[in-house]
């Protein structure tokens, strides 16, 4: 029997009015720890300068084809009825890059959850829940390091995290044998939830779905018949690209298929191999710290043809620090827009609008917040809530089958414009 999710009423949640259908939803905007906040990004293109943002297009399914979106219906207020009760003390922890040069993918993360961990203890005054970030950089390596750090601290009865797949990988059987609930808004490498952890649950689709829906989008929809394949040397982006090539078929451009490594910023090697391919467009599998140079010096190399890209790359930091050179770019993404009220609200309290990912985290913060609400004391009891959860989302509506799977679960395309 799952459980289902509290609903708000009347006029108790700023988001009830929330909806995903496309025309509610503005373009991404400023996700990084700068001081811009607006939704657009001015980049200086010869004598003039234009306005660029990352805007929703369509969404997917798994054949690529579009689909309506549809409404979010009664996503579940993390304020629920204000009767909840717990120990002084509890919290939940996030962890991810909060510092480095993709910080702004775990702080969007952050920043949703603390939307929702704001509305839940002005509502619940005999529960005050604290949000408890843990920096991991991004980094396997620093992340085995900060997990034990979590692991230890038993105010907290579940992590909203890790943010990346590799440190999601480096992690998870601490986070499994110490049985504290990991709750991904972001991490998409397919293999995570083949490792037999009973405590870990992924809150979008993962790359096994993303990659042969963008694939089939590029090549029916967007009639692209050589595409050229670029991966950077983390673990979402080698399965990310190699769930791409799949996908794409005769597609895949064998000739102009090149690798890169995080931290690169020369790409000449990689322009030069596909400046002299014939191909439609270039996929890049990677973060956003690596595909904006990426992008300038395909422009600034004279390869014009179409750059696309994926949740990694889809944040206006992306647009900021690729300038005028990230026009045009295609970014899908599992993750939903973020609705026009809790854009506001989220603008209100973190002084910058939502980016990739926020949406998720605030609705995965819900859930374990209404689990605290329903009675929850301990981490194998937020596990099991979890497990049997089924409810509405701003987002998507969350069930997860016996991996930590969702149910079911869509890809956005967004473009830069």
Request: overall charge negative.
């Amino acid at each position: 029997m799952h459980r289902t999710a509290r609903r708000a009423s009347g006029g108790a949640a700023l988001l009830l009015a929330a909806t995903l259908v496309l025309t509610a939803c503005g373009p991404q905007s400023q996700g990084g720890g700068d001081e811009t906040t607006g939704t657009s990004t001015e980049t200086e293109d010869g004598g003039g300068s234009a306005e660029l943002s990352i805007v929703p297009s369509v969404q997917i399914d798994i054949d690529g084809a579009e689909v309506e979106a549809t409404e979010a219906g009664n996503p579940a207020d993390p304020a629920g009825d204000g009767s909840a009760e717990c120990a002084e003390g509890t919290s939940i922890a996030v962890a991810g890059a909060l510092t480095g040069p993709n910080a702004a993918l775990g702080l969007n993360i952050q920043y949703g959850a603390q939307v929702a961990v704001d509305a839940f203890n002005e509502a619940n005054p005999g529960c005050q829940v604290t949000l408890k970030p843990f920096d991991t950089e991004g980094d396997p390596q620093k992340a085995t390091q900060v997990a034990p750090q979590i692991v230890g601290d038993s105010s907290v009865l579940g992590l909203l995290g890790p943010a990346f797949s590799g440190e999601t990988a480096a992690t998870g059987d601490v986070f499994n044998q110490a049985g504290l609930l990991s709750l991904t808004a972001s991490a998409t490498n397919p293999d995570l939830t083949k490792n037999g952890w009973t405590n870990f649950f992924r809150g979008l689709a993962n790359d096994a779905v993303q990659g042969p829906s963008v694939a089939k989008y590029l090549v029916n929809t967007k009639n692209f018949s050589s595409v050229c394949v670029v991966s950077d040397n983390s673990d979402y982006g080698i399965g990310l690209a190699q769930q791409i090539t799949e996908g794409l078929g005769d597609a895949a451009n064998e000739d102009c298929a090149a690798e890169v490594k995080t931290g690169d910023k020369d790409f000449s090697a990689a322009v030069q191999i596909i400046s002299g391919a014939d191909a439609d467009a270039i996929f890049y599998a990677g973060y956003y710290a690596e595909a904006a140079p990426f992008v300038q010096g395909l422009r600034d190399g004279g390869v014009d043809i179409p750059f696309v890209s994926a949740d990694g790359t889809n944040d206006p930091q992306f647009v900021s620090q690729a300038g005028a050179a990230s026009e045009g770019a295609i970014l899908s993404c599992p993750c939903g827009p973020a609705p026009e009220d809790f854009a506001a609200t989220y603008e209100e309290t973190n002084g910058q609008a939502p980016g990739v990912y926020s949406v998720e985290g605030y609705d995965l913060a819900t859930i374990m917040l209404t689990g605290i609400a329903s009675g929850v004391t301990d981490r194998a009891g937020l596990i099991d809530y979890v497990a049997n959860y089924s409810g509405e989302g701003l987002a998507r509506a969350y069930e997860w089958d016996d991996t930590g799977e969702l149910a079911s679960a869509l890809i956005w395309i967004y473009e830069v414009q």
